[in-house]
């Protein structure tokens, strides 16, 4: 290492501490947050609102209708001002299911463990099932004629393996250093698509509707044990929540009963299956709705702290780890910052905002529609902005949950180093909470990213793995039953302070550099 290098080195280590030195850290505000955060938590009251009453949280369905109401009822109560709906759209239709049953019927009757795809039609009926194995559009004229009143297979069998190591697990030491060491992001290249396996898709999907089976059958792509991953029914073109849209029913079957089907079929077997289902389409103006809040601010109340989830789950299970977890979160968040300024009697300068989204699922549609209402020009199509609105530049930071019920271990700063300070020194009070990581990394998949895509400092906190990804996330088995309280209680205590500080800086947080010009 040259004498220059170790110059640059030695002064990086040694600003960091002086940062952290600078950075106000309010422990009398911390204290009557742990306060009600950890020995007054209601998060797991909140929660069983959330999923037990008010779950599952389709986009688009009744029952999500009942929970926005709900929610709206319970942050006006605790003392949120300017709590409202706002509208983004059109979404298409909504979907609900009032009855289902599938069994097997021949060559000895058992019931299957599966479950409609979201937006499948209603359909009653017997037929035998029949495997298509077709790889090209060729092989598919040899089924041609032979589908209708049949229950179809897709999928080859997938070998179970027996579960040897636990599917629920927590970061070590070394999961975290690699986070902690993880470079500045580079963006990430496009995808090349596949043209010919785009267009036996197609293919195969306008053979489907024009056939008319009672139903399609697939296999979850993972899980065991009667864990089922399932999300929305697949078409030719377009989307099966598009209004007037004609829709095969399609089922996802668990890997154990898909296989035994498949297997019997091999034998020269036939297999016949039963099904009932009623299905509603809702939702007829199509528009769906975002649920905001405020506590306002005082010398700084034009500029905003935003805090948030999305509040929409999938249907086949409650929504619990996806993402009520996330939402209960949130509002137990804002409920202690209530309280935490009823005690203290510290008003936050910078209005606190919190967000619950919905349409997540099918894509951040609610995030983005309100950044389009508020934050940004964008061309037709394109979540790219190409001009941005003045309130942008109101807004310090979004703070997002949505990995599950893990506690926080830290932050990812989506490539923001110059908050990196600022973030070590606000967690460092709850590091005995096992929260200390600053990891420079992305993480994708959530709302976060709306934000940081309009230049809005957007943040997701590291979780604990948990079961999340292994057997709960997008499952049949995402239930209350695996909700971690000590988890929840502990994240919930940490955003609020991070939103709390975030609103008594002198100035907002710092953006990332390159981001444009306000139009």
Known sequence: MSNRIFFFALLFVCTIPVANAQEKVNDDINTIIRKHGLDQSQAMEIAGWMT??????????????????????????????KVHLESWGPFG???????????????????????????????????????????????????????????????????????????????????????????????????????????????????????????ILDRSYKGDHGTVFVSSARTAAGKSRDKGKKVVPQLTVAVEHYNRILRNLQRGIDVKLSIDLTANYTN??????????????????????????????????????????????????ARILLETIKESGVKPRRTLRIALWTGEEQGLLGSRGYAKEHFAVFPPDSYTPQSLKPEQEKISAYYNLDN????????????????????????????????????????????????????????????????????????????????????????ATIIASFVFHTAMREEMLPRKAGTMEEE
């Not at 037990?52 to 109401?69: E, F, H, N, Q």
């Not at 039609?121 to 004229?141: C, F, H, N, Q, R």
């Open 52 to 81: 037990d009453v008010y779950g599952p949280r389709l986009t688009g369905s009744p029952m999500l209708d009942k929970a926005t109401d709900w929610a709206q009822k319970t942050l006006t109560e605790w003392g949120m001002e």
């Open 404 to 491: 599950g019920t893990g506690k926080i271990r830290g932050v990812y700063l989506q490539g923001n180093e110059a908050v990196a300070p600022i973030f070590r020194a606000w967690l460092q009070p709850f590091k005995d909470l096992g929260a200390s990581t600053l990891s420079l990394s992305n993480t994708g998949g959530t709302d976060h990213l709306t934000f940081d895509a309009v230049g809005i400092p957007g943040f997701q906190f590291i979780q604990e793995p948990m079961a999340y990804f292994a057997r709960t996330h997008h499952s049949n088995m995402d239930n209350f039953d695996h909700l971690s309280e000590a988890d929840l209680s502990q994240a």
């Open 93 to 215: 239709t909504g979907w609900e299911m009032s009855h289902f049953e599938v069994h097997a019927t021949s060559p000895s009757y058992w019931p299957l463990i599966a479950y409609p795809k979201a937006w499948s039609p209603s359909v009653k009926g017997t037929g035998s099932v029949i495997y298509m194995a077709a790889e090209t559009e060729e092989d598919l004229a040899k089924y041609r004629g032979k589908l209708k009143g049949k229950f179809v297979l897709l999928d080859t069998i997938r070998e179970v393996d027996e579960i040897w190591e636990p599917s629920a697990k927590r970061h070590d030491a070394e999961s975290l250093l690699k986070m902690a060491n993880a470079p500045v992001p580079t963006p990430r290249p496009r995808r090349n698509y596949n043209l010919a396996a785009r267009g036996f898709r197609t293919a195969l999907w306008e053979l489907m509707e024009e056939e008319k089976p009672l139903a």
């Open 284 to 333: 007829p103006d199509e528009m769906e709705h975002n649920i905001i809040a405020e506590i306002p601010g005082t010398d700084l109340k034009d500029e905003v702290v935003m805090f948030g989830a999305h509040f929409d789950s999938w249907h086949t299970a409650t929504g619990a780890t996806d993402n009520g977890a996330g939402s209960t979160v949130m509002m137990e968040a």
